[in-house]
């Protein structure tokens, strides 16, 4: 079993920037593959960035590339999201989820173990 805490979340203005990370216990990430996905109200998850554990490969969406970046700390076995040039559509509960696969790691159904999430909030 693996358990995984977000933290980081908050209130922030258009452009602003936040990092949230997301510990991990129970189970090593260094053979992991890791993502971080965003639910909004009224809307279905959308896939935000993927680390896979092979090879140190990175995913994102259009939506996010260039603004949003994944990182991993193995050592300490927390995976990070940095979000830059925040815009109001990012208003969204964010959730990290680990998987031991590197199938399309775009796809929730493909990840074993979530978060509960960390609250993120842009004000224009």
């Known amino acids: 079993q693996v358990q995984l805490a977000e933290s980081g979340g908050g209130s922030v203005q258009a452009g602003g920037s936040l990092r949230l990370s997301c510990a991990a216990s129970?189970?090593?990430?260094?053979?992991?593959?890791l993502g971080w996905f965003r639910q909004a109200p009224g809307k279905g998850r959308e896939f935000v960035a993927a680390?896979?554990?092979?090879?140190?490969?990175?995913y994102y969406p259009d939506s996010v590339n260039n603004r949003f970046t994944i990182s991993r700390d193995n050592a300490k076995n927390t995976v990070y999201l940095q979000l830059n040039s925040l815009k109001p559509e990012d208003t969204a509960l964010y959730y990290c989820?680990?998987?031991?696969?590197?199938?399309?790691?775009?796809?929730?159904?493909?990840?074993?173990?979530w978060g509960q999430g960390t609250q993120v909030t842009v004000s224009s």
């Open positions: 680390s896979v554990w092979t090879g140190g490969s990175t």
């Open positions: 129970g189970r090593t990430i260094r053979t992991s593959t």
């Open positions: 989820a680990a998987k031991s696969s590197i199938i399309d790691s775009r796809l929730s159904e493909n990840y074993n173990y």
